[in-house]
Nanobody
Framework: QVQLVESGGGLVQPGGSLTLSCAAS????????MGWYRQAPGKQRELVAT???????TYADSVKGRFTVSRDSAKSTVYLRMNNLKPEDTAVYYC?????????WGQGTQVTVSS
């Protein structure tokens, strides 16, 4: 089992910034892909950004140039730096761990972009 603990969500004005963190523990592998998905009310969960063990990054088109995913392998932690936030970024953000067996998800952290 893998446990994922997220932090860093909250309320921010349009144009603002937030950084999400997700720490993995348990039976973790340094070869896992980690990243973030989000789900807005009434919508399906969608990919935001992922990063492989080798550092290859994937971003949703809607966040390219604004969001940056990174990881600290020594701490088994993945980050999501979100700049120039827009109201349409409002969603519950879920940490993802996978690619080496079963997928695991965090409990989710709310990000609300509103003036």
């Amino acid at each position: 089992q893998v446990q994922l603990v997220e932090s860093g969500g909250g309320l921010v004005q349009p144009g603002g910034s937030l950084t999400l963190s997700c720490a993995a523990s348990g039976r973790i592998s340094s070869l896992a892909t980690m990243g973030w998905y989000r789900q807005a009310p009434g919508k399906q969960r969608e990919l935001v950004a992922t990063i492989t063990w080798s550092g290859y990054k994937t971003y949703a088109d809607s966040v390219k140039g604004r969001f940056t995913v990174s990881r600290d392998s020594a701490k088994s932690t993945v980050y999501l730096r979100m700049n120039n936030l827009k109201p349409e970024d409002t969603a519950v953000y879920y940490c993802y761990y996978g690619g080496v067996g079963p997928d695991f998800w965090g409990q989710g952290t709310q990000v609300t972009v509103s003036s």
